[in-house]
């Protein structure tokens, strides 16, 4: 599987990622054959954020970092800054110093390992300082608990904002992007007419990545709508799974396939981040590197899944 360089940083990694979100439903020795299955099929950089299973999905990876698997052979990324208050319903966010430090040490106990490859911070907070942010990056970095910083499902205004008074560079925004939750591309295609599509969401998320060579990470490429569901197999998507049958039949992949193979033909070279926990499925989907899909192919995707090409 190709590997790019992350936000042009000395970081290697593989197109696809395997997103740990969910790992914590594997019993070990399932886990354990899970991740090696994804290193054998060429996946070397791996995801996880502190509030994954409450930090189950860290600790189980972590057992098997000490046991199976070699630390320097593989990347690790982790996410901080959602936080659980004292109730369920109570979720907040906290980019402060003392919260983002904090949350490092916390990761690295549970991952057992001495340093993160990669740190985001998982969602924007509405009170965050950048000037903290850049302190607790520097000290992250200066003590060798973080080699790079990135952020997630930051608009493209908010992104140079952090980046404006850090100086490392911010090599990764994770966002969601996926057939039916192509909000990113939508207001580009629909640019210059009068539709609902045309308005831009994310203040031209795409392009600011592409310019300042920031490495974009699409999370849950077979959701639609926020969390909403699945397409695959879905009857509201029947014309959408029909047409990835289709060209799946013709470059002999599954569907799931197809559908991170369209992620990936996008120029932008972006990382398509899966949760899947199940074995074969991770295998089928990781053909999805090896097939490239024609401009015909792409646009029919796109439409079939609802969406409008003026
Ligand atoms: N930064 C963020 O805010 C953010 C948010 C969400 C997720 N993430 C990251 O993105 C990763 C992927 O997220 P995700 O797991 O939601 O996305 P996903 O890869 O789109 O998978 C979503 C669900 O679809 C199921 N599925 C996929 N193909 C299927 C099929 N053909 N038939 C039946 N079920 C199928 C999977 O079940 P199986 O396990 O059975 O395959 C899984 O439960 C996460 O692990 C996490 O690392 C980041």
């Known amino acids: 599987m190709d590997r790019i360089k992350l936000g042009g940083s000395e970081l290697e990694a593989s197109r696809i990622v395997l997103g740990c979100m969910r790992i914590s439903e594997l019993e070990t020795g399932a886990l354990a054959r899970h991740i090696g299955t994804a290193i054998d099929c060429g996946i070397n950089l791996f995801d996880h954020a502190d509030i994954y299973g409450s930090g189950e999905c860290e600790r189980k990876f972590g057992r098997l970092l000490a046991t ?26 906290d980019l402060s110093k003392t919260h983002i430090i904090g949350s490092v040490d916390n990761i690295l106990k549970r ?3 001495e340093y993160l490859d990669l740190l985001m911070l998982h969602r924007p907070d509405a009170l965050m300082d950048p000037e903290e942010i850049s302190e607790a990056f520097d000290q992250l970095h200066a003590t060798g608990k973080v080699r790079h910083f990135g952020l997630s499902n930051f608009n493209a205004t908010q992104f140079d904002f952090i980046q404006k008074y850090t100086d490392h560079k911010l090599i990764t925004n994770q966002v969601q992007f996926g057939p039916a939750a192509s909000h990113m591309i939508n207001s580009g295609i629909q640019a210059n007419t009068p539709f609902d ?8 998320l795409l392009e600011q990545s592409r310019m300042n060579n920031v490495t974009l990470q699409a999370w849950s490429p077979f959701h639609y709508g926020y969390f909403e569901g699945i397409i695959m197999d879905d009857p509201k998507f029947d014309v959408l799974n029909a047409v990835l049958e289709n060209i799946g039949r013709s470059h002999d992949v599954t569907k799931n396939a197809v559908v991170v193979a369209w992620i990936l033909r996008h120029p932008a070279n972006m990382q398509t981040i899966i949760g899947t926990t199940d074995t074969k499925r991770l295998q089928n989907i990781a053909q999805a590197a090896e097939i490239e899909l024609t401009r015909e192919e792409w646009y029919h995707i796109y439409k079939a899944a609802g969406n409008m090409v003026p």
């Open 68 to 93: 199976e698997v070699n630390r320097e052979d593989i990347l690790i990324q982790s996410k901080c800054g959602i936080r659980q208050g004292a109730t369920k319903d109570i979720q907040y966010y």
């Open 111 to 113: 991952l057992e390992t």
């Open 197 to 204: 599509g045309a308005a831009d969401k994310d203040g031209g």
